[in-house]
């Protein structure tokens, strides 16, 4: 009965990334890009509190890992509980993109691998970008109006192919720096503590480091892994020897 009502408690490890912020994130490198964020977030929400209104920013967020969890903190921070995301590929016809921008409300997008969007939809993407809204063409030749009233973010992992009118469009551009090793300890530290879950100690963190070759995404499907693992053992504690189990596997 007890490992049953621990069990209960945990928390997916995907949930992260809908209840993470940017004053609870793990910053990367320096930090700048999470102070300059945060900076963003703080004049929005003055200016919704003086004018009653606001519109929000466009992102281009660029770097090798930590985009889209910085991107969800952005959103997250702001007070919006939704985020609309899509591969920047998908994007490939006005339909695509109209399904994409027109749902009705508050919501925020975000295009994942922006270096990837289609010619066919990089106009639509520029006039999100600029004026927020956008004339589509229906099925019966009419002209039809979308517009988008939360914040638009772009990630990419490599902003020399992104088209030169997105990347000018774009309100801010912030750069993710790479992570040290005591920063993606901590990220994954960070987690297990959201989650809910105990580890053996400090060599489970840097088990699960190495075993992702430096790559934090990488860390996290491996723990991911070794989460079902545990679970599946009816524990709530992540041992070493759950991450060497997961590597066999691999």
Not at 178 to 201: A, D, N, T, W
Request: charged share 30%; hydrophobic share 40%; with cysteine.
């Amino acid at each position: 009965m007890k490992n049953t009502r621990q069990q209960k408690i945990l928390k997916p490890l995907d949930d992260f990334d809908e209840a993470v912020s940017l004053w609870n994130i793990m910053p990367s490198g320096s930090g700048k890009a999470v102070q300059l964020l945060r900076k963003i977030v703080d004049q929005v929400h003055e200016d919704r509190f003086s004018n009653g209104s606001v519109r929000y920013p466009s992102l281009l967020i660029h770097g090798h890992e930590g985009k889209r969890t910085l991107a969800r903190a952005f959103v997250n921070s702001l007070g919006f509980d939704e985020a609309d995301e899509i591969y920047g590929r998908f994007m490939d016809a006005d339909h695509r993109a109209k399904a994409f921008f027109g749902k009705q409300g508050e919501v925020s997008h975000v295009i994942l691998d922006a270096e990837k969007i289609r010619p066919v939809t990089l106009s639509i993407i520029w006039e999100m970008i600029e004026k927020g809204e956008h004339d589509f063409t229906n099925i019966l030749g009419q002209k039809e109006n979308i517009f988008i009233s939360g914040p638009l973010i772009l990630t990419t992992s490599d902003i020399g192919r992104v088209h030169k009118s997105i990347r000018d469009a774009a309100g801010f551009t912030v750069e993710v720096e790479p992570f040290s090793e005591e920063q993606m300890k901590l990220i994954i530290h960070q987690r297990l503590v959201f989650c809910g879950i105990k580890y053996e100690g400090e060599d489970v963190l840097e088990a699960v480091v190495n075993a992702g070759g430096g790559s934090v995404s990488d860390s996290i499907k491996l723990l991911r892994m070794a989460y079902v693992m545990m679970r599946a053992d009816g524990r709530g504690k992540l041992s070493g020897n759950d991450i060497e189990r997961t590597l066999r596997l691999r």
